[in-house]
C-alpha cells in the first residue's frame, strides 16, 4: 500500500482519471473528496464489509432446502 | 411465483460480494403460491441463498439503477429486470430478514445478474425484518 501525508486542501491523481483531494481536517475527522469516472463506485469500507457479512450469513446449505422448500411453501406475505 | 422461471441460469459474474468466485446460479422456485425461491450455485453444491422480490415485502421500496449498471446488464427495457433480495433465514422464521442495502438486478432478457450495493443515500437495511414492520402501510395485521 502506498501511504502519502497531504495537507489540507491536497491532491492525489490515480491513473491520471482518479482525483482525491483532503478537503477538510477537523480533529480526528477527514473530509476526502473524490472525482472520479461515472463508473467508479465508491464506497466507505464498512458498507461493503457490512454486505459481505450479510451475504455469508444469507447462505443456505442445500441439504437443508428440503426442509426449507417446505417451510417456504406455507409461509405467505402475511405470516 | 418465479415458476416460468424455475431451472434457469443466470450469470452473476463475481459480482456477489464475499462470493466474487461464483458466477452461475440457478434459479429454483419454491412453489408457484410462494415468494420464495432460492439461487443454487452451480460451481459450489453447498452455497444457495433463499430470495424474494422486494416489493412483495416492503411496497415502498424503490432505488434507481444507474447508467453503468444498465449497460453492464444490457437492459434496454424496465420490463426485463428482476429484482430479488437475499434472505437471512432466523429461527422462527418470522424473524427473517432481507438484505435491502444490496439488491440483486437480473436481466433476464440475456440472464446477466449483478448485486448492486445502493449509495447511501437510500437508508435501506441488510437487515430488514420480512414481517411486521412499517414499510407496508395501509396493511391489515
Given at each position: 500500500?502506498?501511504v ?18 483532503i ?9 476526502i ?47 | ?32 403460491d ?16 433463499v ?42 422464521f ?48
Amino acid at each position: 500500500m502506498l501511504v502519502l501525508t497531504r495537507k489540507k486542501g491536497q491532491s492525489i491523481v490515480i491513473n491520471g482519471e482518479i482525483e482525491i483531494v483532503i478537503a477538510s481536517v477537523e480533529g480526528d475527522q477527514v473530509k476526502i473528496g473524490i472525482s472520479a469516472p461515472e463508473s467508479y463506485k465508491i464506497y466507505r469500507k464498512e458498507i461493503i464489509e457490512m454486505v459481505q457479512q450479510s451475504n455469508q450469513e444469507a447462505v443456505v446449505q442445500s441439504k437443508s432446502l428440503h426442509n426449507l422448500g417446505n417451510i417456504l411453501k406455507t409461509r405467505d406475505i402475511k405470516s | 411465483m418465479f415458476n416460468n422461471l424455475h431451472g434457469q441460469t443466470f450469470h452473476f459474474n463475481g459480482s456477489v460480494l464475499a462470493f466474487e468466485a461464483l458466477n452461475e446460479f440457478v434459479l429454483e422456485s419454491v412453489g408457484e403460491d410462494s415468494p420464495f425461491a432460492v439461487l443454487q450455485s452451480q460451481e459450489d453444491a453447498n452455497i444457495g441463498f433463499v430470495v424474494a422480490s422486494p416489493f412483495t415485502f416492503f411496497k415502498d421500496f424503490a432505488f434507481e439503477l444507474d447508467e453503468h449498471d444498465k449497460e453492464e446488464l444490457g437492459l434496454t427495457e424496465q420490463h426485463d429486470a428482476l429484482i430479488l433480495g437475499f434472505i437471512t433465514l432466523q429461527d422462527p422464521f418470522q424473524q427473517s430478514t432481507m438484505n435491502l442495502v444490496a439488491p440483486l438486478v437480473i436481466n433476464i432478457s440475456n440472464s446477466k445478474g449483478k448485486q448492486i450495493v445502493l449509495p447511501p443515500k437510500y437508508e435501506y437495511s441488510t437487515k430488514t425484518p420480512l414481517f411486521h414492520h412499517g414499510l407496508d402501510k395501509g396493511g391489515t395485521e
